[in-house]
């Protein structure tokens, strides 16, 4: 048994070293755009996602939360439209922060099908906790780039997608 082990290292070495030489597994993708926004995208969503985890909270119920509170009483329609979602998967959404008390649907008077949705009480005192933990985060996580390249990025990236 020694001796196999003794051929053996001889081919792990050489193993590790061409991986050294070797390029990246994903270098085939590291010139796409999309690819980079993915993983970038990726690593800012993985920190915020553990520290609104305390809240038992996701990224899509915080943005949820911040957009009512700027659009107080909007309509779900309105509001899947500001998430680019289709309306349905707005409904899953607003159970959970209404089942947690931090927003209302209110039926609204001219049209009685309709309803506007509201932060409570409690979702606006934690959404400013939350606005808080989701800027930490995102400098936390472009901890790399200067004050100019992160604003240029965010230019960048709004050019892209409005």
Known sequence: MAKSSKLAEPAAEALLDASDTQAPMDSALEELIGYALRRA????FQNLISRLAVHDLRPAQFSVLAIIDQNPGLMQADLAKALAIEPPQVVPLLNKLESRALAVRVRCKPDKRSYGIFLSKTGETLLKELKQIATESDL????ALSVAEREELLRLLKKVYQ
Do not use: F, G, H, I
Request: glycine residues 0%; proline residues 0%.
């Open 41 to 44: 995208q990726l690593k800012l």
């Open 140 to 143: 936390d996580s472009t901890a």
